[in-house]
């Protein structure tokens, strides 16, 4: 009878917990701009979205990353794009998004019996069954699985890219999406029981391109506007119509009282048919017109001394994981990507800031995008200062309505070498490049940025498209793109055992079949060559290839338990260790050289690094172009980056 009563209080309890969860809906427009509603501008007409804007907290540094998976990424994942991805990959090419090894947000959410629903633009992974939402936590999905596709007949690469659950949406497409999505939101949320809470991913195709969209939503606007603008302002308006459908839906069912809304774009608006006003850029670009979005936060869970409210405090779209998981009193932290040697998260809780419990944010810092992304450019945001690093795209200062049949688009790149630096606090538009008063401050945010490149990882994928891809497509799939690969195994967890002694193979986690091994190289003639202490003769680069006999290490327990190779000292009659190539910088090619001077490199078991003791905290790490895992070169990076612990021992 006790036991019986235990329970019954315990079950009371976790009903009581579970009633008083907040739904959560996320409405994410696709590629809209700073100044494409009616909140920032005077000419679009979306009276649903400013109504809601009005009646929540409107958060007035939102950053996204500078385009549209990697957003997505960044958000599912709870890290920042450097962490996850920072590729938009085509529907035909493998890998890319979010890893699966990474607990996605909906899996947090699930612990507290979240209902999950994914409607609309999905694009963090596509090409095999374990990237699909239902497989990532979602409880349904509809909508596709790509960046971008036609509006009405769902088509990219001539195959329609529309998915329900577990298969192709056969008989939903042609369409126009918005409405297809707006029914779908509606018919979830009508269905849903309110003593469950409920997560709705909203993610709209809309303004993405191509500029498709009903002539009756142009025809709201004044015909003389610049056409791309014109269809553009007509897109943003099917939007809100969408936004107040789902609204009053939310209401009808009583349960908008406890709902938390987030609206967002995840990027700029593109440069020919978005507006950014008053910031400097535009979508693919770094500076804020490509990465500052719009956002605010609303519905009856928001508490009501933030009505009418605006945040200023600095937030990304990363920090929604671990806000949620405060708010649902989850530990947000990502045991799964541990065991797996990924990166953790990133995410920071935002929910005393959003509530007003304090006016300052925990973020003060963060990398807005390495050198792995499209563009080659790498930016820091630190304090009030922003880093910007390489050829800088659409750096255009905009208008107030625009874009316009003047806009020519020339002229529009500069180059930011060794670095633009800019005061966002005094200079929110990025107007003056101030680096050549402040070279202190660059000097210190280059190293930023080189620690950050050094620090990333990229979810595997390739850019090259996969002929299985469209056998898929026009096979099994009946003209439908789905996925096509098998599931991605988990990686292997680094044993605990040391190194055997008598030789032993250090191999790559996410690929075992390959080594740590060495390419024989040439001497080393520069200026150091003759100092003991740090030079030497070079004997091979270090990468990671084929396990063969250049691939076999041993222990000099003579010499501290460097590493040294067992064929090259066969071959060469003395030992040569594994170590840096004369300095010890962030990467610095890693070597073997024959060197007698026990400042080798040692394997530690526990973490699974290579460390380089004379460099300090410095450690062997892979760089990898991700999708050709040959040949990948070993360089120095710190030991703490997640990068550094890929490795582990096996006798043969």
């Known amino acids: ?11 009371a309890a976790a009903n009581e917990r579970q009633s008083k969860l907040p739904h959560i809906v996320y409405f994410l427009v696709d590629d809209l701009g700073y100044s494409n509603i009616g909140l920032t501008n005077d000419e679009p007409l979306t009276p649903n979205i400013d109504n809601l804007a009005h009646e ?3 958060l007035k540094s939102f950053y996204t990353y500078k385009y549209c998976s990697p957003s997505r990424s960044s958000f599912l994942s709870g890290r920042l794009p450097y962490h996850v991805n920072e590729i938009n990959f085509p529907p035909n090419c493998p890998g890319g998004g979010v890893d699966p090894n990474m607990t996605m947000l909906t899996e947090v959410l699930k612990r507290a019996n979240y209902s999950s629903h994914q409607v609309g633009k999905w694009h963090a992974g596509m090409s095999s069954v374990d990237h699909l939402p239902v497989n990532r936590g979602f409880d349904s999905s509809l909508g596709y699985l790509s960046g971008s596709e036609d509006h009405y007949n769902q088509k990219r690469l001539g195959h329609v890219d529309l998915w329900m659950d577990r298969q192709p949406a056969y008989g939903l497409n042609g369409t126009y999406g918005t409405f297809t999505y707006n029914e779908r939101a509606i018919g979830i949320i009508e269905q849903h029981d309110p003593s469950q809470p409920l997560f709705l991913y909203m993610a709209f195709q809309n303004i993405h391109v191509p500029l498709q969209v009903p002539q009756n939503y142009i025809d709201r606007y004044n015909s003389s506007i610049f056409e791309p603008r014109l269809r553009c302002l007509g897109m943003v308006a099917a939007v809100d119509d969408a936004i107040g459908n789902i609204t009053a839906a939310l209401k009808a069912a009583n349960l908008y009282d406890n709902t938390l809304i987030i609206f967002s774009s995840d990027n700029g608006g593109p440069r020919d048919h978005g507006n950014n006003f008053p910031f400097r850029g535009s979508k693919d670009s770094l500076f804020e017109g490509g990465v500052r979005a719009i956002a605010f936060i609303s519905g009856g869970f928001l508490p009501k001394n933030m009505v009418g409210r605006s945040v200023t405090g600095r937030m990304h779209i990363v920090d929604w994981y671990a806000t949620f998981a405060h708010i649902i009193g989850e530990d947000p932290t990502d045991h799964k990507a541990q065991e797996a040697n990924l990166p953790p998260i990133d995410s920071l809780n935002m929910w005393p800031m959003l509530t007003g419990e304090n006016s300052t944010s925990p973020r003060n810092s963060f990398v807005v995008a390495t050198s792995y992304g499209d563009q080659n450019t790498t930016g820091i945001i630190s304090g009030p200062y922003k880093f910007l690093r390489g050829v800088q795209t659409f750096s255009y200062i905009p208008g107030v309505h625009m874009p316009n049949s003047s806009d020519t688009w020339k002229h529009q790149n500069i180059s930011c070498f060794p670095g633009c630096l800019f005061n966002l606090e005094t200079d929110p538009y990025e107007h003056e490049d101030i680096a050549s008063q402040y070279p202190s401050i660059v000097s210190a945010m280059a190293a ?28 099994e799939y009946n003209g439908f793109w789905g996925p096509w690969l098998p599931d991605i195994p988990p990686s292997p967890p680094a044993p605990p055992s040391p190194p055997p002694l008598g ?8 690929d075992p079949s390959l080594c740590v091994t060495v390419a024989l190289g040439e001497k080393d003639e520069g200026e150091d060559a003759d100092d003991g202490a740090i030079g030497g003769e070079v004997s091979g680069q270090a990468y990671l290839g084929q396990c063969d006999e250049y691939s076999k290490w041993d222990i000099d327990t003579e010499h501290n338990s460097t590493l040294f190779n067992v064929a090259l000292a066969k071959e060469k009659k003395e030992k040569s260790y594994l170590r840096q190539n004369v300095d010890c910088f962030i990467r610095t090619d890693v070597v073997t050289m024959v060197n007698e001077n026990n400042i080798g490199a040692t394997f530690q078991a526990s973490t699974g690094t290579i460390n380089v003791p004379y460099c300090g905290n410095m450690c062997a790490t892979p760089t990898t172009t991700w999708g050709n895992l040959q040949n990948i070169t070993l360089v120095l990076n710190t030991c703490t980056a997640p990068s550094a612990r890929a490795f582990f021992v096996t006798a043969e």
């Open 1 to 11: 009878l006790l036991l019986l009563l235990l329970f019954v209080i315990a079950s």
């Open 56 to 58: 929540g907290a409107v």
């Open 448 to 475: 930023m940025a080189d620690e950050a490149i050094a620090d990333h990882y990229q979810t595997p994928g390739s850019l090259k498209a996969d002929p299985a891809a469209k056998v898929a497509a026009m096979g």
């Open 503 to 510: 030789g032993f193979f250090i191999r790559y986690k996410r």
